[in-house]
């Protein structure tokens, strides 16, 4: 079953804006939108933002989400030490009937 | 506090079965969706399987298609997954998560299975 499409890894300054994609296609990132996820080193995930720019309660307003077609964004301003994690991206695949997800963006902080 | 505890993951032979187990609490299990996702050592999140809120209906990923299988016992408020003809490939730290729709909102700490001989 095909996958999303992350970058590998992203590197960016403390205090500085780091921006995440993921790509899909019609069945899944251009249908209902992306969740993204942040998992730290030797913990489980966390769901940061779903259905494009929804964020759960206790997640920071520095983290934002948009979609433009078939491409998911991940926007995160003032990158403090904290915000460096493993990054995914997940969304349901209407005509596999199964959650996709990314391989993962490795976001490390300068 | 919405809690998610897996449990029954080990050491087993290529070819062998385990069940694994997640106890939920804090939250009312039987109206949510669930699912199990799983990550190699190293590797990404893989999405496993998800079962709907009576258990009638299922979906799985092609790779496991015919040997895993989810379950849920609304009563007990847990969720299971029988995995069968075990290979080395299903290495990986096994997840319970929450699953509402929208990406999985909650997560067990995650139950270790290993495939080797």
């Known amino acids: 079953q095909a996958g999303l499409t992350q970058p590998p890894s992203v590197s960016k300054g403390l205090r500085q804006t780091a921006t995440l994609t993921c790509t899909g296609d019609?069945?899944?990132?251009?249908?209902?939108?992306a969740a993204w996820l942040q998992q730290h080193q030797g913990h489980p995930p966390r769901l940061l933002s779903y259905?494009?720019?929804n964020r759960p309660s206790g997640i920071s307003e520095r983290v934002s989400a948009f979609r433009s077609g078939n491409t998911a964004s991940l926007t995160i301003t003032g990158l403090q030490p904290e915000d460096e994690a493993d990054y995914y991206c997940?969304?349901?695949?209407?005509?596999?009937?199964?959650?996709?997800f990314g391989g993962g963006t490795k976001l490390t902080v300068l | 506090e919405v809690q998610l505890v897996e449990s029954g993951g080990g050491l087993v032979q290529p070819g062998g079965s385990l069940r694994l187990s997640c106890a939920a609490s804090?939250?009312?299990?039987?109206?949510?969706?669930m699912a199990w996702v799983r990550q190699a050592p190293g590797k990404g999140l893989e999405w496993v399987a998800n079962?709907?809120?009576?258990?009638?209906?299922?979906y799985y990923v092609d790779s496991v298609k015919g040997r895993f299988t989810i379950s849920r016992d609304n009563a007990r408020n847990s969720l299971y997954l029988q995995i069968n003809s075990l290979r080395a490939e299903d290495t990986a730290v096994y997840y319970c998560?929450?699953?509402?729709?929208?990406?999985?909102?909650?997560w067990g700490q995650g139950t270790l299975v290993t495939v080797s001989s």
């Open positions: 804090g939250f009312t299990f039987s109206i949510y969706w």
């Open positions: 259905r494009n720019n």
């Open positions: 019609s069945d899944n990132v251009g249908n209902q939108g």
């Open positions: 079962i709907n809120q009576h258990g009638n209906e299922k």
């Open positions: 997940s969304a349901w695949d209407s005509s596999l009937s199964a959650w996709v």
């Open positions: 998560a929450r699953d509402p729709g929208i990406g999985n909102d909650c």
